[in-house]
């Protein structure tokens, strides 16, 4: 039975990868990346497009309807008419139009005031990745040149 489960987490995670990958790809073709890296380890993609999230743990009607703001192999940001507290789990609907996209799963680290909302920034966690279920950068890379 502990193996099963074990299958079915690696497969699990194996596919919000491919999510993660198909969604850089996309955000590569149709949008533009960072100039300057600034204080980041690496360049993200940047594009404004509509994103679907919700609170873990809330009703699926109580998703909100953000704007992507950036995007890298290990996280996104969007922005928020509400604030989300550092430390909160939500779930990200890359493609919000595809009926199939699964949600992926996504830790919010800053929540950062701007005039018209909030600018979360999140890391994507993976439950068969990296330690503490996040992926590493290294295998979220590799996940992005492959997919």
Partial sequence: MKTTSLVAES???????????RFLRTARERGEMDCTRRQRARR???????LLVTIEDQPEDQHRCVALHNASPSGIAFLCPQ?????????????????????????????????????????????????GGHATEHEMSVMARKH
């Fill in 83 to 131: 604030r989300i507290p550092p430390c909160t789990t939500v779930l990200i609907k890359l493609f919000w139009h595809d009926e199939f996209s699964p949600f992926v799963p996504a830790v919010v680290r800053h929540a950062t005031r701007k005039l018209d909302g909030y600018i979360i920034g999140c890391a994507f966690v993976l439950s068969a990745g990296g330690a």
């Fill in 11 to 21: 497969a699990s995670a194996l596919a919000l990868r491919r999510e993660i990958g």
């Fill in 44 to 50: 993200r993609c940047q594009r404004s497009w509509p």
